[in-house]
């Protein structure tokens, strides 16, 4: 081992002593930093992957929309099933209508779906908590679950629904009739808007609530495993008929993506400046222990150490106490993250704010998620900032005078 | 003895320094060889410059005037001056988180990797200055005629053919300091290099082979 990151690792952990109070608060200090930015930066990547997850259980990777009702989806969902890396299609219409269940109303968002191609694109399946998703035809509606507890509807009820085209009947002064759906499926997707204002039928259904005819407002697309969505999306743009445009789903939700990033650039940049004080504390340690030990950096240079060896040694204890502070801050923030759901759930039953968190923060458990990336980042965000924190007490070290040093008091 | 080449040798050697507006002229044209294996004493008044020539000798400062060479050569680099010379202080100097085998090691580490005779001959140094059962301890934990043993100990573990002391026993008690120069006299003469030994005390001076005596800026019969 080079004698100055032998010396510096024994100025850093004296032999005899346990407990090295100013290597334990210096290595605290960036743990602490490091520990924040896991945790903070997992959390904000953990709400990304879930929006994601949820436009694309919702929506597919790719949505084609007309500027109108789109009058031949057959012949646009077969120009797109023929562009490499599409696995699947599956035609929408979609619109807002009112519901009422024993003189209960509500105003959900209904989505009308093809039943027998629509799993291929969104795994409404996996969502059903209640019912048979199978269940579903002409006759029957499928909840939200918020939805359906709100209005006391359950499996078997039988909800009226009424169209805004009923209120084109009203013109005529004709009588509402509204439709009498039974309720065959309650879904639960984790995210509180869908859960609390989304109810499904078929396309069929839809279409006559809506008067659309054979029309639907749009095409779901599933890309396979690892496709480009953004290329995809340009490859399917060439390929459709006249009418339509394909949008990514990051192309569909770029503000809200971007005020997303921006949200989670500015948490990192705040909470890197944790590490950025905790270096200054370090650098504050390192430079007094290099006026402590002046004269024992006098006796490195009266036997043999060049000033470069001397700096290298002071240098390589920042570097130390950023390896070691970045590695006990890796174990902390990802102790924290994998128990932030009982953290969380113990701090709201202290303070009663279970069903705030829910309806503020749309998800029933708080998501993490750290990519590579990020991870990388902050690893040599912090072995970077901890390096710069030795190099000016190394500097001085360089600078002193072996013989000056040996006659400081 | 004069068959011997010489290890250290000093040319009209100057030095001053400043003190408020005007220079102290500290050494004027001090002159000295230092042979193989010899023994030298330097002794002088408080002030007289003793240090600062030993530092001139030693290559941590440089003179204002005059020459030097060691074993023939002008220059001395800091690694160099860690094989060809052995340093003892007043102070000891030995590094606190180190125990004294490391201590003593660290001698040897700055000049390159260390390995098992490295250690072996560390072990046998602090053997020879009976501290073979104190290997592990800190200097925290020695006594002051410990620490200068050990300091001994590291001076001689690269094998330099020369050690300069500097008033090595000036922190210890009588018993003490007459222990280490008997030590430091025994093992210089065992392994063949040579002592340029500075201190007040006249009975230490005179066990070296040779005594110089200095007194404004110059060496005087003793």
């Known amino acids: 081992m080079p004698w100055p990151l032998y010396l510096a690792l024994k100025q850093l952990f004296p032999t005899g002593r346990r407990f090295p109070f100013f290597t334990f608060i210096s290595i605290l200090g960036v743990a602490l930093g490091v520990g924040l930015l896991i945790v903070c930066i997992s959390v904000m990547g953990g709400f990304g992957r879930e929006i994601r997850n949820m436009i694309v259980n919702t929506q597919g990777e790719v949505q084609v929309r007309s500027e109108g009702l789109m009058q031949d989806p057959r012949a646009v969902m077969d120009a797109i099933e023929k562009v490499p890396g599409v696995l699947a299609t599956t035609p929408f219409a979609e619109g807002v209508v009112m519901l009422q269940y024993q003189n209960k109303p509500a105003f959900p968002a209904i989505q009308g779906v093809d039943a027998n191609r629509v799993d291929r694109v969104i795994p409404l399946r996996q969502f059903i908590v209640a019912g048979e998703y199978d269940a579903l035809d002409d006759d029957r509606v499928i909840l939200s679950a918020q939805l359906a507890m709100t209005l006391g509807a359950r499996l078997g009820s039988r909800i009226s629904v009424y169209s805004p085209l009923l209120l084109e009947k009203l013109k005529t002064d004709e009588i509402l009739i509204p439709r009498e759906l039974e309720v065959c499926g309650i879904f639960e997707i984790g995210h509180q808007q869908l859960d609390s204002s989304v109810v499904i039928v078929t396309l069929r259904t839809m279409q006559e609530l809506y008067g659309l005819g054979r029309a639907v407002h749009g095409v779901n697309v599933k890309l396979g495993e690892g496709i480009d969505p953004d290329r995809a999306t340009a490859d399917i743009n060439r390929a459709l008929p006249v009418d339509g445009v394909a949008k990514s789903w990051m192309d569909a939700n770029q503000e809200f993506l971007f005020v997303l990033q921006l949200e989670k650039n500015m948490i990192f940049f705040l909470l890197l400046f944790i590490i950025v004080v905790a270096a200054f504390s370090v650098a504050s340690s390192l430079l007094i222990a290099v006026v402590r030990k002046t004269r024992e950096i006098g006796l490195l240079g009266a036997l043999g150490a060049s000033p470069g060896q001397v700096a290298a040694c002071f240098c390589c204890q920042g570097v130390i106490i950023g390896i070691v502070g970045t590695a006990a801050g890796l174990g902390l923030g990802f102790a924290v993250v994998h128990f932030r759901n009982d953290l969380v759930a113990g701090f709201t039953r202290l303070t009663g704010s279970q069903a705030a968190l829910e309806r503020f923060y749309q998800f029933s458990q708080l998501p993490a998620y750290l990519s590579r990336t990020d991870l990388l980042l902050i690893i040599s965000s912090a072995l970077i900032v901890s390096t710069l924190a030795g190099l000016l007490p190394a500097w001085r070290a360089a600078k002193l005078k072996p013989v000056e040093a040996l006659r400081s008091e | ?222």
């Open chain 2, 1 to 222: 003895m004069s068959n011997r080449p010489p290890i250290l040798q000093a040319r009209g050697l100057h030095k001053s320094y400043a003190s408020g507006a005007r220079r102290l002229q500290v050494l004027r044209g001090v002159e000295l060889t230092v042979l193989s294996g010899e023994s030298v004493s330097i002794r002088g008044e408080s002030g007289s410059g003793k240090s600062t020539l030993l530092n001139l000798l030693s290559g941590l400062d440089a003179p204002d005037a005059g020459e030097l060479q060691w074993e023939g050569e002008a220059t001395l680099s800091a690694a160099r001056r860690g094989r060809l010379i052995g340093l003892v202080f007043q102070s000891f100097y030995l590094v606190p988180e180190l125990d004294a085998l490391d201590n003593v090691l660290l001698a040897a580490r700055l000049q390159g990797p260390i390995g098992a005779a490295e250690r072996a001959r560390a072990c046998d140094l602090l053997g020879r200055v009976g501290l073979a059962d104190r290997t592990g301890h800190i200097p925290g934990k020695l006594s002051g005629g410990e620490r200068q043993r050990v300091a001994i100990a590291r001076a001689l573990m690269n094998k330099p053919p020369l050690i300069l002391a500097d008033e090595p026993t000036g922190n210890l008690d009588e018993g003490s300091g007459e222990a280490v120069i008997d030590l430091l006299l025994a093992l210089c003469a065992e392994s063949g290099c040579a002592l340029v030994l500075v201190t007040h005390n006249a009975a230490h001076a005179n066990r070296c082979a040779r005594r110089l005596f200095l007194r404004e800026g110059g060496f005087h019969p003793v």
